[in-house]
């Protein structure tokens, strides 16, 4: 048996090749390139795909004695990923360019090479687990041991194809004991930070590097009340999102909040705190992992963003790729271009992309199908 090791530079990376080549396994590393400096506008040190990590990496291969090779898909990153989150933002949406990077290319991408490279299961440093149910058949995806680094969130979007070969050694250790695992082999990346913020936006200026990538500046505009009275001028609605309370430039005797981002007549309207709880959802761009489908109605709980605790929730699916999630009480700003993702307990049901409330149940405009 031989795995394919997804190699970011990091430490969780490092870790899971050295675990799996231990275990006997065959092994050889890889980097994807995904971007280059003149494609974000800004230097690439510290980001997950500067010219360290792909050092930190191919010295982690040398060091356990393994094969590393670097694959290039900045075009197919460019177009399936940055273009998009661009494309959300300037229609009201707040993308999780994380999720769809995995959805897209760091596991689709890599899976469909391993025929190619002889290579029976990808490996990556994800804390997350996938255990097979004997009863069923089906691959399950399920939360980490350590709670403070589950990052079951962002993979709800894998098939059961992918989840039959794919493997996270690290998904029963905690954060700490990895660390230790490097330092006693000595790798060079064992004290190296998590990479923080977008990998392709690394000063975390989202808005300036739309700037730069669109080779523009976003029209100004009103923020209004939900009445439509004008309360002064927004700087483009690209730099806004809901629930947003600072930044906004307005006084007032109560605080206003960002409620909702109207693209087309560019205005963003304001309100109060309460303004922005409400209990139903509901998503597309589906994927559901313990089922092929839901009937009638599932008592989950469910995250809307990926800091965000689980609350308890009816889930319905009222079309081929629609969920409805009611939640049992108001959950603060729920925000379309987000994923909703659905658990049993430890055990990820599926996710989908929020379209409410923006765009409610019979969404199927053409900034669905443009961001999806």
Sequence with gaps: MKALIAMSGGVDSSVSAFLIKESGMD????????????????DLFGTC?????????????????????????????????????????????????????????KFTALVEKLPEWGCDYLVTGHYARIEKDEETGRFLLKKAV?????????????????????????GNLTKEKVREIAQQHGFVNAAKQDSQDICFVPDGDYVAFMQRYRGK??????????????LGRHKGIVCYTIGQRKGLGISSESPY?????????????????????????????????????????????????????????????????RLQVVFDKPQRAITPGQAVVLYDGDVVVGGGTILYPSCKETCDCILYRTIV
């Design 217 to 230: 500046k976003y029209p100004e505009g009103n923020f209004v009340d939900k009445e439509g009275n004008i």
């Design 257 to 321: 909040y960002v409620t909702a981002i109207r693209p087309e007549t560019n205005e963003v309207v304001l309100g109060s705190n309460e303004d922005l709880f409400t209990t139903t959802l509901v998503a597309g761009n589906i994927n559901l992992i313990t089922t092929d489908r839901i009937e009638g109605e599932m008592h989950i709980s469910a995250k809307i963003r990926y800091r965000h605790k689980e609350e308890p929730a009816t889930v319905t699916q009222i079309a081929d790729d």
């Design 27 to 42: 092994c050889m590393g890889t980097t994807m390139r995904l971007y280059e400096n003149d494609m974000i506008g800004e």
């Design 49 to 105: 795909c500067s010219a360290k990590d792909t050092e930190d990496a191919r010295a982690v291969c040398e060091k356990i004695g393994i094969d590393y090779r670097i694959l290039h898909y900045e075009a197919q990153f460019e177009e399936q990923v940055i273009a998009p989150f661009v494309c959300a933002y300037e229609n009201a949406r707040t993308p999780n360019p994380c999720i769809e990077c995995n959805r897209k290319l």
């Design 146 to 170: 350590d709670p403070t680094k589950d990052q079951s969130y962002v993979l709800y979007m894998m098939n059961q194809e992918l989840l039959s070969k794919i493997r996270f050694p690290l």
